[in-house]
Nanobody
Framework: QVQLVESGGGTVQAGGSLRLSCVAS????????MAWYRQAPGKQRELAAS????????DYVDSVKGRFTISIDNAKNTVYLEMDSLKPEDTAVYYC???????????????WGPGTQVTVSS
């Protein structure tokens, strides 16, 4: 099986920075894609940033462009999210998601981490 574990969440003042990490472990043959989703209280979960492991091509929701940077370390099966110029509206639970080919299978499966809280105070 596969486990995703996020870290780096916390409370920061508006304008501050945080760096999230997500490590994938377990029966991993290949990672195709990793992403950070976020869910604010009373709102639907949204895709904040994503990246393909082979090309390293990132994509961002408009509200975080220019402030967030996603990166991937394929050797460590780890994805990062550097968040700068944080705003109170960035407050949410941030979830890591990965699309992984597991050993012994011929298809990719999506996995979720348990989430990490990010709180930005004004």
């Amino acid at each position: 099986q596969v486990q995703l574990v996020e870290s780096g969440g916390g409370t920061v003042q508006a304008g501050g920075s945080l760096r999230l990490s997500c490590v994938a472990s377990g029966s991993i043959s290949r990672i195709n894609h990793m992403a950070w989703y976020r869910q604010a209280p009373g709102k639907q979960r949204e895709l904040a940033a994503s990246i393909f492991s082979t090309s390293g091509t990132p994509d961002y929701v408009d509200s975080v462009k220019g402030r967030f940077t996603i990166s991937i370390d394929n050797a460590k099966n780890t994805v990062y999210l550097e968040m700068d110029s944080l705003k109170p509206e960035d407050t949410a639970v941030y979830y890591c998601h990965a699309v992984i080919l597991t050993h012994g299978t011929d298809w990719f499966t999506g996995f979720w981490g348990p989430g990490t809280q990010v709180t930005v105070s004004s």
